[in-house]
């Protein structure tokens, strides 16, 4: 079945970019996300991108997807200690599908 | 202000106690889901429901029971909830059919003695 995988891991000193890696197994995947989860709040989605784009960017987020190698990065520049959260990616076939999470990744500010 | 609102936010309960969390949404919202996170196994999807009346099982249905008598409401039942049912529970909504931006309640953090 889908499976998306993540490391659970990431430790970044403030000022540094972050990036969060990702790689999903459903080739027929249309849309992937990445979705922020702040200590003791729920998920809110960060941002997302169609599989038909190669890259995204939004002020500080870049998201970048390898479709070949099925592969999705966020990079996060100048990363601040309010970035410190659980980042998750998704992905979905269609926008009436299941969508299925990664377990996450804690990212962790180093002052 | 657009949201989804869960109520209890912490409950501790026993073993065999009946509880039920509630969803509610104020966006019209067709979509509802219920997801645990678990430590080291990321969030699983409870149960769904795409519209009033239409509920699915998701990934992990065992041991709980959803209904969908209005649109707004999505709520959670725990018939005789067991300690492997300690977990945080979140309720998302989306306005789109099953996917794409889900607006997730704040979490229900629920321990079973």
């Known amino acids: 079945g889908e499976d998306v995988e993540q490391s659970l891991f990431l430790s970044v000193r403030e000022g540094d970019s972050s990036v969060i890696n990702c790689t999903y197994t459903d080739s027929s995947s249309t849309y992937l996300y990445w979705y922020k989860q702040e200590p003791g709040a729920g998920l809110q989605l960060l941002t997302y991108?169609?599989?038909?784009?190669d890259m995204k960017q939004d002020q500080r987020l870049t998201v970048l997807l390898n479709k070949k190698d099925k592969h999705l990065s966020l990079r996060i520049a100048d990363t601040q200690t309010g970035d410190s959260a659980i980042y998750f990616c998704a992905e979905s076939q269609n926008r009436d599908d299941k969508i299925i999470f990664g377990k996450g990744t804690r990212l962790h500010i180093l002052p | 202000e657009a949201q989804v609102t869960q109520n209890p936010r912490y409950l501790i309960t026993v073993t065999g106690k009946k509880l039920t969390v509630t969803c509610s949404q104020n966006?019209?919202?067709?979509?509802m889901s219920w997801y645990r996170q678990d430590p080291g196994l990321g969030l699983r999807q409870i149960y769904y429901?795409?519209?009033?009346?239409?509920?699915d099982k998701g990934d992990v249905p065992e041991g709980y029971k959803v209904s969908r008598k209005e649109k707004r409401n999505f709520p959670l039942i725990l018939e005789s909830p067991s300690p492997n049912q300690t977990s945080l529970y979140f309720c998302?909504?989306?306005?789109?059919?099953?996917?794409?931006?889900?607006?997730f309640g704040a979490g229900s953090r629920l321990t079973v003695l």
């Open positions: 966006m019209n919202h067709e979509y």
């Open positions: 991108i169609f599989s038909n784009m």
């Open positions: 998302a909504s989306s306005s789109d059919g099953g996917a794409n931006v889900l607006t």
């Open positions: 429901s795409m519209n009033v009346e239409v509920t």
